[in-house]
């Protein structure tokens, strides 16, 4: 509990973020397969002021013009490239909402140890990780949704993030 709170304080402080703001992460080496191009979208969509999305990892080249575009248009999101595992870990902890609407990653996992709330791509196996603590996307449509939902505090974030904590355990 220690190291998670100094962490996630740390981190944030670090981002300049407040307490009420909402932090996303997306991470790994971003394909059309991530989906990032959806997040973006999505994201870009849903003007919350409250809002931030961090970006680690890489822009592959399939998506790296059209996201880099995207990318620029927002003072909210913000892509930091790659990180070591230890920062990665504390961006997770910093993080209240982890994006992952393509494919599957151990980070996921990792994510669900640092109390995020999971957008999790709908395939078979995700199910579990977002009973109650989390939702299963299929398109931008989905992300839209889920980030609406957030915007209109129709969720409990904080009881949600205490539930993936409890998963993972």
Request: charged fraction near 25%; proline fraction near 3%; hydrophobic fraction near 35%.
């Amino acid at each position: 509990d220690g190291e998670y709170h100094a962490l996630r304080e740390r981190t944030r402080q670090d981002l300049g973020l407040s307490d009420d703001q909402v932090l996303f992460l997306q991470s790994g080496k971003q394909s059309a397969s991530k989906k990032l191009l959806d997040t973006l979208n999505a994201f870009i969509g849903n003007p919350d002021p409250r809002f931030r999305l961090v970006l680690v990892g890489s822009l592959l080249d399939d998506i790296r013009e059209q996201a880099q575009a995207l990318i620029d248009t927002d003072d909210r999101i913000h892509f930091l490239g790659w990180k070591s595992p230890k920062e990665l870990r504390a961006l997770l902890c910093g993080a209240d909402v982890y994006l992952q609407p393509g494919s599957q990653s151990a980070t996921m996992q990792t994510s669900l140890c640092c109390r995020c709330v999971p957008v999790l791509e709908d395939i078979e196996g995700h199910g579990i990780y977002t009973e109650q603590n989390g939702w299963l996307v299929n398109d931008q449509e989905d992300i839209t949704s889920v980030l609406t939902k957030i915007s209109s505090e129709l969720v409990n974030l904080e009881a949600m993030a205490g539930k993936s904590e409890k998963l993972s355990k």
